[in-house]
């Protein structure tokens, strides 16, 4: 009686499960949102970040989740995607937020800052050190929500039409740099000009500006800049790690299911290792070609470092000294740096440099 008893009550419980499964999906509401990229689709690993996020949270919801991704232009210019989600022109925008200094200097720790965090550290000051928090409660203010999405790892310094040899080579120097380190090289008698990634190259075609930079090799040799400066530079030291953002709308945000804000957050945090992994894996073979066809490879020199790190700093001063939220922000994230370089010193650096000079 008891084995009969059981096979029933399972064969109920069974039949139960059948029908509850579609009946959850079915009252699982369909959203469909708008996402614009500040980058074209020709850079297929930094636009082709959204598109994997898309594809992630329309297959994790069946379908019933659907983002559509717009390269730069399309709904509105790359460098206004912010204002277009802030507006709610838009539900969603892919950006590096160091394109907004312009509205507030601390949009740049959102991405990357001159002399700061390389990209492990960036992600530990996000997602551990309190850098998440911090952002989110600045981006208040712009009816938006903040999702690292994608990281670049370190950048080149970009590409110049002559030689940098000394600080006085960047007096008047018209340069494509975004973010915070065009003031910083605005200190040092250079023109920063702030131009969105498909309208570099005529830029530099046409000499209205003397040296971009971008991200690195394999975006770089998409974009064709080789054709039109000889000498390439590194470190891009204002982007020690740079991070890229999905940017909510906060309304949107908060009228999304519970479930739907989890998928969506979990494929954003994918995100960051796609585009990493991506970029790492690409940027070598592109850098082998580069050079092979006449790329000239240049290390900034130590003074022009030195240069800048001293400009970097006193920029940071004046800048806490008048901005109450970039000093509540650069406070907490100096005295997090601080740390992740004592570590990094320890284990980190020392492997790195014993093993990139051994015979291997």
Known sequence: MKRRQFLTTASVGAAASTLAAPAIAQSAPEVKWRCTSSFPKSLDTIYGAAEYVAKRV?????????????????????????DAVQAGTVELCHTANYYYVGKDPTFAFDTAVPFGLNTRQQMAWMYQGGG?????EFFKDYNCVNFPCGHTGAQMGGWFRKEIKTPADLNGLKMRIGGFAGQVLQKLGAVPQQIAGGDIYPALEKGTIDA????????DEKLGFQKVA????YPGWWEGGAQLSMMANSTAW???PKAYKQIFESACADGNNYMLARYDALNPTALR???????QLRPFPKEVLEACLK??????????????????VFDEWKKFREEEYLWFRVAEQTFDNFIFNAKV
């Open 58 to 82: 329309e297959a994790a919801t069946d379908g019933k989740f659907q983002i559509r991704v717009f390269a730069a232009g399309e709904i509105v210019p790359g460098l206004q995607a912010v």
């Open 289 to 295: 070609r580069l050079v092979a066809n006449g790329a």
């Open 230 to 233: 000889q000498y390439y530079y």
């Open 212 to 219: 971009a930079e971008w991200v690195g090799p394999y975006d």
């Open 132 to 136: 998440m928090e911090l952002m989110r």
């Open 311 to 328: 400009a970097a700093n006193e920029l940071y001063a004046e800048t806490t000294a008048k901005n109450a939220k970039f000093k509540k």
């Open 254 to 256: 908060e009228n999304l």
